[in-house]
């Protein structure tokens, strides 16, 4: 449902959500160069608990009704073991989303920052 939160941050980031239908949002307050904290919009669910095997950095929040996949590490782990292939191309897909969306990130920031 809309406002729902699926991840919050510091959740573990131990599930890879897959979007079948629906807007999710990841919101993070950043501080600007004059001290105050902005929400925003970074991209569009992120994988980078699941990657790093670190605790979420953001909150994914639902902007429309929809609908996810959930992937749990041990069932990823059980598809790289008996598929590595298919793991390994996960693995690249995901870097390559995340690069991308680190770009995005980096303009956004140099945006917010003063003049």
């Known amino acids: 449902m809309a406002g729902d939160f699926v991840i919050?941050?510091?959740d573990p980031g131990d599930e890879l959500f897959l979007?079948?239908?629906g807007a999710f949002d990841i919101a993070l307050?950043?501080?600007t160069g004059d001290g105050v904290?902005?929400?925003t919009r970074l991209a569009t669910f992120g994988e980078i608990g699941f990657v790093a095997q670190t605790p979420r950095t953001a909150d994914t929040i639902a902007t429309?009704?929809?609908e996810c996949w959930v992937?749990?590490?041990s069932?990823?782990?059980a598809l790289r073991a008996s598929h590595p292939d298919v793991g390994i191309a996960l693995l690249k897909a995901l870097t390559?989303?995340?690069g991308a969306k680190l770009s995005q990130t980096s303009v956004q920031q140099t945006l917010m920052e003063p003049s």
Do not use: A, Q, T, Y
């Open 29 to 31: 307050e950043i501080k």
């Open 8 to 10: 919050r941050r510091g």
């Open 19 to 21: 979007v079948r239908s």
């Open 75 to 77: 069932d990823f782990e």
């Open 71 to 73: 992937l749990h590490r």
């Open 37 to 39: 904290c902005h929400p």
């Open 64 to 66: 429309r009704p929809g």
């Open 96 to 98: 390559c989303d995340i």
